[in-house]
């Protein structure tokens, strides 16, 4: 492990003791008639402890993953939650790019970042299992967090839309396949490249309705909880039907295998 990762970690969880600590000692506080330890029975309470985590780094990682998986479970909690509260946003806004087969029995919903390194690795995956599951609908959730190369790929991704509707899938797998950082003159050449007009799309780029739907993307990302690109949501929720369709939708942080998202898919299908 890192220094630097060492030390976050001993922050972190000094954090997390100091705070239950506070807590407990507010919920049951010392009676008048309590003898306290004396200064030096303090500082041979602290050299014993120092001595031991000095000794057991390792009890510091173990409680370090504990409070995070602690905090995902929450996390993920939330989401579920917030998944059906928001069904008809994150499944069905006409304004987020469908690809697929649009009457799929099954809809993934990926939120993303075209200079995401792992969003550029989930990119040819995803593209793998939909080519290979003619029933699967994948709705894209531009959310530029990396920046404004981010953002101004995401505009024109949005943008491409009103070209014509296959425009769109183009110019996100070349997106997705160029080298970062981004900008607005790679943005156009990887644009020109796959027949778009640069012009007219740097216009759209600027368009109401473009801005509107990133910040409607952000928003839902908020209310969600999400804590990163990529992430997904998998469910049987077909457009039309109601939020209480969602109740088992799969909430999906992070990089997956192909072999593990077909199997979530097919999980969803169940």
Not at 22 to 51: F, M, R, Y
Not at 157 to 179: C, I, R, T, W
Request: proline letters at 5%; glycine letters at 4%.
């Amino acid at each position: 492990m890192k220094p630097s990762k060492i030390l976050l970690t001993l922050s972190l969880t000094s954090f997390a003791l100091v705070s239950s600590l506070t807590a407990l000692a507010a919920e049951n506080p010392p009676s008048p008639s309590a003898n306290p330890l004396s200064t030096g029975q303090v500082d041979q309470v602290k050299k014993i402890v120092h001595d031991y985590l000095v000794t057991n780094p390792q009890v510091l990682v173990e409680a370090s993953m504990a409070l995070q998986k602690q905090e995902v479970q929450k996390v993920e909690e939330k989401s579920k939650q917030a998944i059906v509260t928001n069904a008809k946003q994150i499944f069905a806004d006409p304004a987020s790019p469908v690809v697929g087969n649009a009457k799929g029995d099954v809809t993934v919903v990926e939120f993303f970042d075209y200079q995401c390194p792992h969003c550029k690795d989930m990119g040819p995956l995803l593209e793998k299992v939909h080519s290979a599951d003619g029933n699967l609908r994948i709705v894209m959730k531009e959310l530029p967090i990396f920046g404004a190369g981010s953002k101004d790929a995401a505009a024109a991704a949005l943008a491409s839309q009103k070209q014509g509707a296959d425009k769109y899938l183009k110019l996100h797998n070349a997106l997705l396949a160029a080298e970062n950082p981004l900008n607005k003159d790679k943005i156009m050449q990887v644009a020109k490249s796959v027949g778009l007009d640069t012009a007219q799309l740097a216009k759209d780029m600027d368009s109401a309705d473009v801005k509107k739907q990133l910040d409607d993307n952000f928003n839902l990302a908020q209310a969600l909880g999400l804590m990163g690109t990529p992430t997904f949501i998998i469910s049987k929720w077909k457009v039309g039907a109601d939020n209480n369709s969602v109740t088992a939708a799969l909430f999906v942080p992070g990089v997956v295998s192909a072999d593990k998202l077909k199997d979530l898919i097919a999980q969803a299908r169940k």
